[in-house]
């Protein structure tokens, strides 16, 4: 069978409900039984991550414990070089083959910054594109040839992730998150409450590990 799976990346800096609420909703929406998370080691179009790849991995450990929809994907940490996207879904494609559904998630600011990523036209060659809203950004690229390709691969058909292996961007109307990891880390810096922002067992991490403050 042709089961569909995802990968989501980010720098998880810490990891909070904006990414696992909106993403454990599109799994709902489409029929997604499984999502990878993939925390980066080196962001190459980003400054370096206040925590460690470790403290990074353990707080994606915490947040999902609970959560069978969710993995965990080391291969980026394990790497001492850049995590350029491109490589990494490359890679992906050769080891699960030509035929399986494959998809990348991404917040839909990381839609507008992706023509700026490396090799970005790439990507679709080995899998969809799945954009989850995110409050603030607009769903229109700056660049007139940007917008004429993502209109030239865009779906509202979400079966289309499940036949085809490849190639398709899907915007997913997934519910609205006013949260990012700049936020919490600006909020715990101040000592204010983050409770609704990300999980009890993270936050209890952090505390314990005295990160961010
Ligand atoms: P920072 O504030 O440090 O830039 P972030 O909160 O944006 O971090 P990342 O780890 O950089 O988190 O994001 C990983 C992925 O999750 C990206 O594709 C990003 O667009 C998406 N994402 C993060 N927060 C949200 C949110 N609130 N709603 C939807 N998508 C989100």
Same mark, same amino acid.
């Given at each position: 069978m042709n089961q569909l799976q995802a990968l989501f990346g980010g *720098?998880? $800096?810490?990891?909070h409900y904006g990414h696992l609420k909106p993403v454990e909703a599109l799994a709902n929406l489409i029929g997604l039984s499984k999502v990878i998370i993939m925390p980066n080691n080196v962001? @190459?179009?980003?400054?370096? =991550?206040?925590? *460690?790849s470790q403290q990074r991995k353990k707080m994606v450990e915490l947040a999902i414990a $609970?959560?069978? &929809?969710f993995t965990l994907d080391e291969r980026e940490l394990r790497r001492d070089t850049p995590s350029y996207t491109a490589q990494t879904l490359h890679e992906w494609r050769e080891q699960q083959g030509a035929e399986r559904s494959l998809a990348f998630i991404i917040g839909q600011d990381s839609l507008l910054t992706? @023509?700026?990523?490396?090799?970005? $036209? *790439?990507?679709l060659d080995n899998c969809h594109l799945i954009v989850c809203r995110r409050p603030g950004? =607009? &769903?229109?690229?700056?660049q007139a040839e940007h917008q004429q390709w993502l209109e030239a691969h865009l779906? *509202?058909? =979400?079966e289309d992730l499940h036949t085809l292996p490849a190639g398709k961007i899907f915007l997913a109307e997934t519910p609205w998150f006013n949260i990012s990891a700049t936020i919490i880390r600006e909020r715990l810096e101040r000592n204010e409450?983050? $409770?609704? &922002? &990300?999980p009890d067992a993270v936050l209890d991490y952090i505390n314990e590990q005295g990160l961010y403050h």
């Amino acid at each position: 069978m042709n089961q569909l799976q995802a990968l989501f990346g980010g *720098t998880f $800096d810490p990891v909070h409900y904006g990414h696992l609420k909106p993403v454990e909703a599109l799994a709902n929406l489409i029929g997604l039984s499984k999502v990878i998370i993939m925390p980066n080691n080196v962001p @190459p179009h980003r400054p370096q =991550p206040e925590a *460690t790849s470790q403290q990074r991995k353990k707080m994606v450990e915490l947040a999902i414990a $609970d959560k069978p &929809l969710f993995t965990l994907d080391e291969r980026e940490l394990r790497r001492d070089t850049p995590s350029y996207t491109a490589q990494t879904l490359h890679e992906w494609r050769e080891q699960q083959g030509a035929e399986r559904s494959l998809a990348f998630i991404i917040g839909q600011d990381s839609l507008l910054t992706f @023509p700026s990523w490396h090799h970005y $036209d *790439t990507i679709l060659d080995n899998c969809h594109l799945i954009v989850c809203r995110r409050p603030g950004y =607009p &769903l229109a690229m700056e660049q007139a040839e940007h917008q004429q390709w993502l209109e030239a691969h865009l779906t *509202t058909n =979400p079966e289309d992730l499940h036949t085809l292996p490849a190639g398709k961007i899907f915007l997913a109307e997934t519910p609205w998150f006013n949260i990012s990891a700049t936020i919490i880390r600006e909020r715990l810096e101040r000592n204010e409450p983050c $409770d609704d &922002l &990300l999980p009890d067992a993270v936050l209890d991490y952090i505390n314990e590990q005295g990160l961010y403050h």
